[in-house]
């Protein structure tokens, strides 16, 4: 289930069962955040991308970071961004992927 991917243990994972494009999106109370730690599950390694967004209280997503590179299982990829505050949702759209979409981990931070 979703809830693998933030359930704090790098043994369980989240696995979309489907290739690119997916994603997965981390409901919060309203909060500061800065940046996004996603730790990869993925086979074969190849060229990923990702494109981080954000819904504040006022509603309205925006992308504010992307990552895009050779990645390969276990590796840990981090977004940052100008800390942005009152957020309520962190959604990660995987656009590229060379295996189905899946997360040992997405970590929210504030920075």
């Known amino acids: 289930p979703p809830s693998a991917a933030i359930d704090g243990n790098p043994g369980t994972q989240w ?6 494009p997916q994603w997965i999106e981390v409901q919060l109370e309203a909060t500061t955040v800065g940046r996004v730690r996603l730790s990869v599950a993925q086979y074969p390694a190849g060229r990923t991308v990702h494109d981080v967004a ?49 997360w040992r981990a997405v970590e929210v931070l504030a920075r």
């Open 54 to 102: 954000i819904r504040t209280t006022a509603g309205e997503w925006r992308t504010v970071g992307a990552a895009d590179g050779v990645t390969t299982d276990g590796d840990v990829i981090e977004v940052s961004f100008g800390p942005v505050d009152n957020v309520v949702a962190v959604r990660v759209t995987t656009t590229t992927s060379p295996s189905w979409v899946a």
């Open 15 to 20: 696995g979309s069962g489907k290739d690119a």
